[in-house]
């Protein structure tokens, strides 16, 4: 067998490796798709098929998911070894999380999805640039209004998520955000945003309940 002329050489084999291994910043790797860029935040909606895997790239920001399709993956930190998948059951959709610790320690990795599902995420990226998360001088800004019905799933220096769920054709109360916010839809339905002034409410007009989680921004 001929080898092709870039391969007759180590040096040669060792630099079409390196390059093969660069990675992409997270907002630009293909599966990471870019809802929204805006000077606040990126939003991507994650989608990863069936044994597929990501493209190294870099995680530099605080980031919020919402799981929404969810299969088992695995994940590689580049230049370690694979880690995962856990052995314990496979997270639900609508579980929320957050990896504030890339604002000290960015990360670049590449997932695979082992399972036989759609992994899926929508993913919110803080861009601000504050002080450390866990710094003291981040203090949070209060809920201007907190809908009835929803209540606080996580809290800190660089996110704060409301959880809710609205019955077939019920609406939330009208509310207010002193922080910009995202609302992110965790199944299939339809929903309405209203706006009354500096305030708005969520109706669902369908026939099944409705999982919403509204994310504000610090």
């Known amino acids: 067998m001929t080898l092709p002329s ?3 050489l ?4 060792l630099i079409i490796g390196l390059v093969l291994q660069q990675a992409v910043p997270v907002q630009e790797e293909p599966r990471h798709q870019l809802v929204l860029d805006d000077e606040v935040a990126f939003i991507l909606d994650v989608q990863i098929p069936p044994g597929d895997t990501t493209l190294y790239h870099t995680h530099a920001d605080p980031i919020f998911y919402v799981s929404i399709g969810t299969s088992r993956t695995r994940s590689q930190v580049m230049g370690r070894d694979w880690v995962g998948p856990g052995a314990g059951p496979v997270s639900s959709p609508g579980r929320v ?6 604002a000290d320690r960015p990360v670049t990795h590449r ?3 082992v399972g036989d599902g759609l992994f899926r995420l929508i993913a919110v990226i803080n861009r601000s640039h504050g002080p450390s998360a866990d710094s003291a001088v981040r203090s949070p800004r209060p809920i201007a209004m907190l809908p009835s019905g929803f209540e606080v799933e996580i809290d800190n220096h660089w ?11 019920a609406s939330s109360t009208l509310h207010r955000h002193a922080l910009p916010v995202v609302t992110v839809q965790v199944a299939d339905g339809t929903w309405l945003f209203h706006i009354a002034g500096t305030e708005h409410r969520l109706e669902n007009p369908g026939d099944t309940s409705l999982e919403l989680v509204e994310i504000e921004i610090r």
């Open 6 to 8: 870039s391969c007759l």
């Open 10 to 13: 180590p040096t040669g084999c």
């Open 97 to 102: 999380f957050s990896n504030i610790r890339y």
């Open 111 to 113: 997932v695979n999805n």
């Open 159 to 169: 996110f704060r998520s409301f959880r809710g769920t609205l019955e077939p054709g």
